[in-house]
Nanobody, 124 residues
Framework: QVQLVESGGGLVQPGGSLRLSCAAS????????IGWFRQAPGKERVGVAC????????DYSDSVRGRFTISRDNAKNMVSLQMNNLKPEDTGVYYC?????????????????WGKGTLVTVSS
């Protein structure tokens, strides 16, 4: 059974950091692109970052570029999202999703498999 499970969310003050992880089971990530998405309360889901299957291509949304870093460890079957200098507008449920090889589906906000999400709240 294919599963993606996010972890690492929580409450953090503005300017703080969190590291989210996306763990896969039922398949290996070494042939998959992984995208991170955020859905803020009352808003549509938006793409935050994506990394292709071998890490050679990475995309960030303008709102997080320079503050977030996506990385992958295929040996651990895991992708991480390091989030620094967090802002209140980063608040939302963060989902990871996968598709084969490239981030083409991420660009369309449509990937094959999705996790259930982890909540990030940035507030003082």
């Amino acid at each position: 059974q294919v599963q993606l499970v996010e972890s690492g969310g929580g409450l953090v003050q503005p300017g703080g950091s969190l590291r989210l992880s996306c763990a896969a089971s039922g398949f290996t990530l070494d042939t998959s692109a992984i995208g991170w998405f955020r859905q803020a309360p009352g808003k549509e889901r938006v793409g935050v970052a994506c990394i292709n299957y071998n890490g050679a291509a990475i995309d960030y949304s303008d709102s997080v570029r320079g503050r977030f870093t996506i990385s992958r460890d295929n040996a651990k079957n895991m992708v991480s999202l390091q989030m620094n200098n967090l802002k209140p507008e980063d608040t939302g449920v963060y989902y990871c999703a996968s598709e084969p090889y490239s981030c083409a589906g991420y660009i369309r906000n449509s990937m094959d498999y999705w996790g259930k999400g982890t909540l990030v709240t940035v507030s003082s």
